[in-house]
């Protein structure tokens, strides 16, 4: 009797040790591998923010979803211009005398790429608008103009919500240790990110 009372303590502190073990280490296990996937999400918003300004360049405006933005991208074009400013002297004939003038040229060196210029040929331009770790699940991606005192401003935002790119951890840790992710803001002229 007293045999099986020792076994039944020795498994007891066993499953309590367990049990003490996964409640210190599954929020560590969390905190890592949500590091490991806010940096590729991160990555990811970087990418969407370079695409809006190559767009916004071109079209002065920032596009407001996916299907915009990505075919301009893959076949959009800079133009590469060269600025020089000259003193030309001309004749002024109020004064009767030759003055300088100041002139700007502006001239255009050529085109290129504005996805080999921004992201390299490799870069499969599909994958921008997918969250990674999400299981194919596109970023959240809005646009729009806003007042901004006198000044009427373009901006965009996108988002990865934290429920798709955490998904397969632990809930109760995702909805309170984790955040969204987003870049730019629909509320203010900015183009940072919320982690930054």
Partial sequence: MEKGIRIGLWVL?????????????????????????????????????????AFREVNRYYASNFDELIPLIDTGEFTIVQRRDEELKYYNKIYREYQLKDTTYIDTLGFASIKDS??????????????????????????????????????????????????????????????????????SAKINGNWE
């Fill in 118 to 187: 921004i992201f390299g040929a490799d870069y499969n331009l599909e994958n921008l608008r997918l969250i990674p770790h999400a299981e194919g699940t596109e970023l959240e991606l809005r646009a729009g103009k806003i007042k901004s005192g006198k000044l009427t401003v373009q901006v965009f935002e996108a988002k990865a919500p934290k429920q798709e790119y955490l998904k397969g951890l632990d809930k109760d840790l995702v909805k309170n240790a984790a955040k969204d992710l987003v870049v730019g803001s629909m509320t």
């Fill in 13 to 53: 502190v066993v499953g309590l040790s367990y049990a003490l073990y996964t409640a210190i280490m599954n929020p560590i296990r969390f905190n890592k591998e949500r590091k490991n996937r806010s940096a590729d999400v991160i990555e990811r918003l970087k990418d969407v923010r370079k695409a809006q300004i």
